[in-house]
């Protein structure tokens, strides 16, 4: 059984890595939009090779590298509300 302190901080970890994870990705969109199709699917893949590589990293360093189903609900939950909170701040600039 994994400590709670430690599924805690897995959780908090995974809703933050969502999170940066959705800005980086929009980000990354604007860059290479101007791209031809197979540059921009090399660097899709070195991206999401790369977000992996550090997600495990860090939930290594955490928690001895357990995965947990909230995990993965904990970073859906931070990649959707980053979406949530640019609609509302796009919504708010127009008025």
Same mark, same amino acid.
């Given at each position: 059984?994994?400590?709670?302190?430690?599924?805690?901080?897995?959780?908090?970890?995974?809703?933050?890595?969502?999170?940066?994870?959705?800005?980086?990705l929009e980000w990354f969109n604007k860059i290479v939009r101007k791209c031809n199709m197979y540059v921009k699917l090399l660097l899709s893949i070195l991206l999401v090779a790369i977000m992996t590589f550090i997600y495990f990293v860090g #939930?290594? &360093? !955490?928690?001895?590298a357990i995965f947990?189903?909230?995990?993965?609900i904990s970073i859906i939950i931070g990649f959707i509300?980053?979406?949530? #909170?640019? &609609? !509302?701040?796009?919504n708010n600039n127009k008025k």
């Open positions: 059984m994994i400590n709670l302190v430690i599924q805690f901080k897995l959780i908090i970890f995974s809703f933050i890595f969502g999170f940066l994870f959705s800005a980086l #939930i290594q &360093k !955490i928690g001895n947990h189903i909230y995990s993965l509300l980053y979406d949530i #909170i640019i &609609k !509302i701040i796009a």
